[in-house]
């Protein structure tokens, strides 16, 4: 991320000789900095201003130079955090206990395109443009890209498990990765996944490895399967008179069984700060976006869709040319931006996201709506509807330390109730430090022993992002193995 | 599966009360026997006939007893062993160290049908029909069913992460699961996964079990999502004049994005074999079984297929009414058995899968013929050629020592092939006994020790399905917390 110029040679001798030597036989001089601009970069995330900084930058761009890293920070007893776009919401790269981050977006290169098995392998800091080009050459696309796909990296998506607004017809990221290369802790390299498009050749590894937040692996390099280009699309956008309206329309879609590609709620909150944000000019109405991909036959589903939307009392179905159908896009793509420069006087709390089963979609926006109105607080809902995935903020003064707090309780009622009707504490951002409270209300205690046997048999010392994803502990946050079980 | 007269009390009484005393307390008498004839029924599989019995066979019927048979057996040092309708081929359900063999199969209940979340709640025992049953009833069906659905159970599904017919435009059991309940070695029962469609909280622990062939946890219950059935379903299938030609048209439909619901090659071997098991009347001819599903535009679908058929020289393109392709996808699912039943004088070893990335389909096939001829050997092949998934057996007269010696070298002649092109030793059936050979050359020994240090985190004792998965180590085979790493 930072340029070569700003490395500072001399912080880096004199730290790194004195508390990180290995480093200077891991990688070159200019791949190393101490200096406090990068250090305080490399401690924020977009949902994150308030995190430590690590000790030193480094900047690998060989699996060997990242596993050198890893086995000289083991043996030394050194936290890595890995980090790349720092788009993420929860922490997921700020360190939190010091040590070395490892900024991997010197390792960036689009590897091999294998078009005739729509295969593509990646470095952990490319970005989806550079995927869309290298598979576009070749009439394929990389379907599951996130709404920050631009400017954010393959590895922090594997990373966080992350999905986008087509994952309601093709899946997670999760889902189009077929291998990984990755580095443990101690340095050892290894391979998970196939090549081939299903095995169940021994234990699942890249699953595993994929969602983990970097608490249990580098990943060094990644095969990628892409699809075919649809040969129609369309797009369009539907009001609603009322909220609830258009949650009921989306989940009667969804339990129909239309096929949309994209189908996106923007509250009329959502729509004030977009209009603020970006001129979008939305009526300030409750509404949902959509998108259909197909071969053949898509003006039957659009018509499909309509009838659905017609059921649940749609004000206006619109299917919009292409040039009008990009602004809207644009619009909810620029959104998480929208609501935090909404207002001067008010921050978002912790933006982030919940995802229940669809027939709970509807009942948790209403509840949030509900709870923010007793509350008087200002809570924008949007997000990848089709998937009962929630984006939600919670905006306060922060000057106002009642507001602040009731805020925060709020932030976190809506998490414990999709929690307690099925769901998950985060569909996509993983959880890091932000949801660390939640990790054993949402899973259990049991669970939750088993998860950290597996980071403790995988990174023994802790090394890796120490302090993420478990909740603190009364022998202190790092899960080690020399520590006692609960 | 065995009906409760088959218990010898005497037999258990006198067997457990010595050798396994906690069983009496785990569960009730008629759950447990040490009946010969049982116990050799559980040291079989369809691809495996030379396993070794266990001790007692128990029939646990909550999770609570499964629960109670795991806390007990690690605490005694007894190995339990999964077992269910022994669908398997690698012997994936046989004892390789005696102990326990705890049959599932009295766990079959649908538990719970929710329709407006396209979710099914079912015990591990639940076999495909039951499955289709309760999801038929609201119009929903359950996409990646293998051909052996209607015999196999969703808790071998899930065990060896199988994958059917359907799974080139629907995806492997394993994309279908969406939350598990299981009882680790000790007894302690965790929850992996979520109700929500999509969640990035904590490890993925449902894709590590899923596959992990009873090494790690016994599934008491799975979350399954469903789907709304197709508007149209046609089906029909492709003549070609060589064998080369039909694998090379079904590469090039998967590689043009034909949207096909299966599509399954047969060659002349299996074709005649077909024929002599169930009077199918195939030609005796290459060929491709195909079926689409949509909802709308199949015709334009099915034209497109053929005309990327024709391009490839296809014979006969025939779209055949429904009684004709039911009789013509018995004769698909029924190839196993016919395989084996084909020549009295010959026997099939190992039946089992590889799977390949799509384009080194055709070439894998073409390997695998010449070598059979040149080895003067029956090599049957057939499968999900969509997904690059070859199902092939080599037969051999059993009473030829030099013929079964060369049958075995080509046998895994060809599982080395798959790897060395970037597929895998097992698309769908695992590794279990017969692949153990094959672990480390596909995934390499420092990744191969990064699975068993899992195995160890989660069951260090290694109570469950010991011997399996992981090659033969110098301190035996068993993986256990207490042995050295290598």
């Known amino acids: ?108 290169s689009v590897l091999e395109v294998r078009p005739e098995d729509h295969q593509l ?27 920050s796909g631009d400017i954010s990296t393959i590895g922090g998506m594997i990373a966080n498990s992350a999905s986008g607004m087509q994952t309601v017809k093709y899946g997670e990221i999760a889902d189009w990765v077929l291998e990984l290369e990755a580095v443990l802790a101690d340095g050892s390299v290894i391979t998970a996944g196939s090549r081939a498009v299903k095995t169940s050749s021994g234990y699942n590894l890249r699953d595993l490895l994929i969602g983990s937040e970097g608490t249990l692996a580098v990943v060094t390099s990644a095969t990628l399967e892409l699809a075919g280009r649809p040969e129609q699309i369309r797009g369009g956008r539907a009001l609603f008179p009322t909220l609830d309206d258009a949650t009921a329309a989306v989940t009667d879609a969804v339990q129909s069984g239309v096929d949309v590609a994209k189908i996106e709620l923007i509250d009329a909150e959502s729509a004030r700060m977009a209009n603020a944000y970006t001129g979008a000019d939305l009526p300030d109405e409750p509404m949902v976006f959509v998108e259909f991909h197909a071969d053949h036959g898509i003006e039957e589903e659009i018509a499909f869709c309509e009838s659905i939307f ?24 620029d959104l998480a931006f929208a609501v935090r420069s909404y207002d001067p006087d008010l921050e978002p709390l912790h933006p982030g996201d919940v995802t229940v089963p669809i027939s709970e979609y509807g009942p948790l926006i209403q509840y949030a709506k509900e709870r923010a109105a ?59 430090l932000g949801k660390r409270e939640f990790l054993v209300a949402e899973h259990g205690e049991v669970t939750v022993e088993a998860m950290r046997a597996i980071k403790r048999a995988l990174d023994p010392t802790d090394t890796l992002n120490p302090g993420k994803i478990f909740p603190e502990t009364a022998e202190g946050e790092r899960v080690r193995a020399d520590v006692p079980e609960e």
Chains 1, 2 share one sequence.
């Open 1 to 108: 991320m930072p340029p070569d110029d700003t490395v500072d040679d001399d912080a880096v001798d004199d730290h790194t000789s004195h508390d990180l030597p290995f480093l200077e036989d891991a990688l070159p001089a200019d791949a190393i900095t101490t200096s406090d601009d990068v250090r305080d970069a490399h401690a924020t995330d977009w949902g994150t201003d308030d995190g430590t900084a690590p000790d030193a930058v480094v900047w690998p761009e060989t699996t060997e130079e990242v596993s050198a890293v890893l086995a000289g920070a083991t043996e030394h007893g050194i936290p890595v955090t890995p980090y790349a776009a720092g788009t993420s919401l929860e922490g997921n790269p700020v360190p939190a206990h010091g040590g070395i981050s490892m900024d991997l977006t010197r390792m960036d």
């Open 121 to 147: 392998d990646v470095e952990p800091g490319v970005m989806g443009p550079a995927i869309e080009e290298a598979a576009g050459e070749h009439g394929l696309f990389f379907p599951p890209l996130p709404s």
């Open 310 to 333: 017609e059921a649940h009392g749609v004000e206006r179905f619109e299917i919009a040319d292409d040039d009008r159908m990009d602004d809207l896009w644009r619009a909810r793509k």
């Open 374 to 432: 007793e509350e008087d607080l200002l809570v924008p809902c949007f997000g990848h509807a089709g998937d009962g995935n929630v984006h939600y903020s919670v905006l306060v003064d922060p000057d106002d330390p009642d507001e602040v707090e009731r805020g925060e309780a709020l932030y976190s009622e809506i998490v414990q109730r999709a929690i307690d009707v099925g769901g998950t504490a985060t569909g996509e951002h993983g959880i890091a």
